[in-house]
């Protein structure tokens, strides 16, 4: 073997070692069969697969290539596919590189970053998924309050960071979640009453659009797409810059749940349906049913958060305090990070799970009476009914101010069942659906991170409401062949 061969080669196989995953041009990979996003088949050749890699800081994985696997999972074990190569970038320029591969051979694309996915779009069979999990990063500039977070970053992250300066910003109940698929939906958290959705305090974000444009938006440049990024999901592009305005808090907040039994359900609804209108802006807090499965007893509870002045904090709790002795007080002084780790899953695998969900304006004593009447249990199944509280600063935002319309809801309802895996789940899936036709006409829209996967385009266009037309000419300007589609899907064309 010529020395410059034998050094090439062993050069080659060292980097490899080094990192898995690492392709190099000389080391072409196989043709890989994929499919467009119209679901057309594709061949992708090795030499342009190996040409995408070397442009990549980050990593092309194929089926066989160690880390794969765990690449293509998300937290649903529900939706096992198995994409045709997955790209994880490193930065922006990585980003740009995936879409445009993905464009020029018209793949289907889906985009991972926390996983979180209940629909399970942010994996795909035979596509291009492109995971931001080697993509995270928070900077945070305490005098002027403001956060940069990179595209891939978890919400416990932002909130570790923010806090060490006593500044927050709301963002979800579950610190594994991930920006991206959190806030482009409109971003819920247990502080969003009293600052607003984590679209509200979004000033600015940097996005890869279909043609890999590398674009910033804000309310001085690309204002329209500003609009469309605050709750049209991931219609438009990738975001991989996000910029947060921050708010001072103290870190200590009260917070935990209070648990009752289950004949106390009634009790607990009427107290979120009388109360949860007028609660104060610094309490949060969220009625939930449940029963485990095996037959256990059931619980009805609420999860609190309290983050408002503590001399204050026994006349906000009052009106919940006044449904007596719980089974279970765990409401206590914690810091405020410990409280958003604290509905963390350690083993999201284990349990299939299915979810419906939609917004009320209110819970009128028809609306209890038919979460009561059909709630039942299963053996070999947990099944929950639970809520995310609205209102406060939500509210106080014009529908059309963000492409997130649902600014008049009271609460997000939602109801799950949770199965082994390995089980059949097509019982449970199907009780749970019989049990939202119950629920489902006090709904009013539903909020896109939790959309059914098998949501019709007209379902989806009419939660939009009165923002949809804005949003479609959106989608016609930035993403017009729609290769952005494995979302809550808006057309480019009407």
């Known amino acids: 073997m010529r020395r410059r061969t034998f050094v090439r080669t062993t050069l080659g196989a060292a980097v490899a070692a080094t990192f898995p995953g690492y392709r190099i041009a000389w080391q072409d990979p196989p043709d890989v069969e994929a499919v467009t996003g119209d679901g057309k088949p594709v061949t992708l050749k090795g030499k342009r697969i190996a040409e995408l890699a070397a442009r990549l800081r980050g990593r092309v994985l194929l089926a066989k290539d160690e880390g794969y696997d765990q690449a293509r999972r998300i937290l649903n074990p529900s939706f096992d596919k198995r994409p045709a190569l997955i790209v994880q970038p490193t930065g922006t320029a990585d980003v740009r590189s995936a879409v445009e591969f993905a464009r020029e051979h018209s793949l289907l694309v889906a985009v991972k970053c926390g996983g979180h996915s209940l629909s399970g779009q942010s994996t795909c069979d035979r596509g291009m998924q492109i995971d931001l999990s080697l993509f995270r990063g928070v900077r945070v500039d305490p005098a002027a309050r403001l956060a940069w977070v990179t595209g891939g970053t978890l919400l416990g992250q932002v909130d570790h960071e923010a806090m060490a300066h006593g500044l927050v910003t709301p963002l979800g109940t579950v610190s594994h979640t991930g920006v991206g698929g959190l806030v482009l939906g409109g971003g819920f958290g247990r502080v969003a009453r009293r600052f607003g959705l984590a679209i509200d305090n979004l000033t600015g974000v940097e996005i ?21 990024v605050r709750g049209g999901g991931g219609n ?31 009790d607990v609804l009427e107290v979120f349906a009388e109360y949860g209108a007028r609660a104060p802006d610094d309490l949060y807090f969220d009625p939930f049913l449940a029963l485990p499965p095996g037959g256990e007893p059931g619980v009805a509870g609420l999860s609190v958060c309290y983050s408002g002045p503590a001399e204050q904090a026994e006349r906000a709790l009052a009106p919940i305090r006044a449904l007596g002795t719980p089974l279970a007080d765990e409401l206590k002084p914690l810091d405020y990070t410990a409280l ?32 009561l009447d059909g709630f039942a ?17 939500i509210g ?10 649902h600014r008049s809801a009271h609460a997000n309802m939602l109801t799950a069942v949770a199965w082994r895996m390995g089980d059949d789940p097509a019982e449970h899936v199907r009780w749970i659906k019989q049990y939202w036709e119950r629920l489902e006409p006090f709904t009013a829209g539903f909020y896109v991170n939790d959309a059914d996967p098998n949501a019709t385009a007209g379902e989806l266009n009419a939660n939009y ?8 000419a959106l989608k016609a300007k930035h993403d017009p062949t729609n290769l952005f589609r494995l979302n809550a899907n808006v057309k ?3």
């Not at 975001?239 to 009752?260: A, C, K, N, S, Y």
């Not at 604290?342 to 009476?369: E, Q």
């Not at 249990?377 to 600063?393: E, I, K, V």
């Open 465 to 472: 409401a009165g923002n949809y037309p804005r949003l479609v």
């Open 208 to 228: 890869v659009t279909a043609d890999g444009r590398i674009l910033k938006a804000n309310p001085s440049e690309n204002d329209d797409l500003y609009w469309g």
């Open 492 to 494: 480019p064309a009407g």
């Open 396 to 405: 106080r935002v014009a529908p059309d101010a963000t492409a997130f319309p």
């Open 340 to 371: 958003q780790r604290s509905g963390d899953v350690t083993d999201p695998r284990a349990m299939g799970i299915y979810v419906k969900g939609g917004f009320i304006r209110g819970v009128p004593a028809d609306l209890i009476a038919a979460m």
């Open 236 to 266: 438009f592009g990738i975001v991989t810059g996000f910029e947060f305005r921050l708010h001072p808090m103290q870190r200590q907040v009260l917070g935990g749940r209070i648990v009752f039994p289950l004949a106390r359900a009634r």
């Open 377 to 393: 249990g299963h053996p070999a199944r947990a099944t929950q009914l639970f809520f995310q509280h609205c209102g406060g600063a």
